[in-house]
């Protein structure tokens, strides 16, 4: 609250902020109810390609069913842990590995970005090359990652199969950051520059001053995205290699009970979601830290 008793403007649209995914939540859980009572048991079929679901209760569950099921235990043994413990570990086994990957990413991002826009040959030579980097397919990429991290010992060191999934993580993630910081390093005015020239700043100097806290709209939206890059990378390479431990293995593993249990599928596509809204919270914060320097987000 203000001093003058009336809510800040930032705290008005913080809230509308959450009211509007509050609101959207809801509406997916209306709409997904709703295919489910008045669509076609056998989906939509247009020219042989099925367009929309099939509305059984193994192929569409209720979402009670989904929810109930994270209360109950992952198997049938007296020892299995409820199903929201596994997936909680699961979740932090792969945001564990997911952040490494971002921070990683994020170093790499900012260093290419850093070089690219001190030297204009190197930013015709790199930037093709990052752009082009994006269009490898990431299921082939991570068995070679692997393959190849495996060939790798240095003394009592031993490439784990984690790090390459970290790593894989950190090829999706410093995409945007150098790209992202790129555009926010080269948005200072000219006549910024050119005052800074006329004052005989040098170049690190004008970075610090001028084109550092010029970035900070730009650089914003890139570290969320590479944070959803970073956690859909991890995912998605624990599949690929079979690493154990992490939302990825688990959802292979849990799709193969979905003909008996339905709603046991659903319960690591939960924490998939959570661990993306936890990283996304997670750049928020730094956001909120560089409060000062943000005049209005540009996306990457």
Known sequence: M??????????????????????????LAALWELYKFAGP???????????????????????????????????????????????????????????VGWLVGVTVGLALALVMQRFRLAEAGILPWVILSQTVPLIALAPLVRRWGAQIHVGEFTWENWMS??????????????????????????????????????????????????????????????????VIGTVVAEVSIGLRGGLGRMIVE??????????????????SILVGLVAAAFVALIGLFLGRFRRGEVAA
């Open 2 to 27: 203000s001093r003058s008793g009336r809510e800040s403007p930032h705290g008005s649209k913080t809230g509308q902020r959450f009211a509007l995914g509050a609101l959207g939540i809801l509406a």
């Open 41 to 99: 048991a056998n989906g939509v079929v247009v020219g042989g390609i099925t367009i929309l679901p099939r509305t059984s209760d193994l192929a569409m569950p209720h979402l009670w069913t989904m929810f109930t099921r994270i209360f109950e235990p992952v198997t049938g043994a007296s020892t299995a842990l409820p199903m929201w413990l596994a997936v909680l570990q699961a979740c932090l086994f792969t945001l564990g590995i997911a952040a």
């Open 165 to 230: 999934v970290a790593l894989i993580a950190s090829y999706l993630a410093f995409f945007p950051v150098s790209v992202g910081a790129l555009r926010g390093l080269n948005a200072p005015e000219q006549a910024h520059e050119d005052l800074m020239h006329c004052y005989s700043v040098g170049w690190w100097k004008t970075l610090w001053r001028l084109r550092l806290p010029a970035s900070i709209g730009y650089l914003l939206p890139a570290l969320r995205l590479a944070a959803a890059s970073a």
């Open 254 to 271: 849990f799709a193969g009970a979905a003909g008996s249990d339905p709603g046991k599928p659903w319960a690591p596509i939960f924490g």
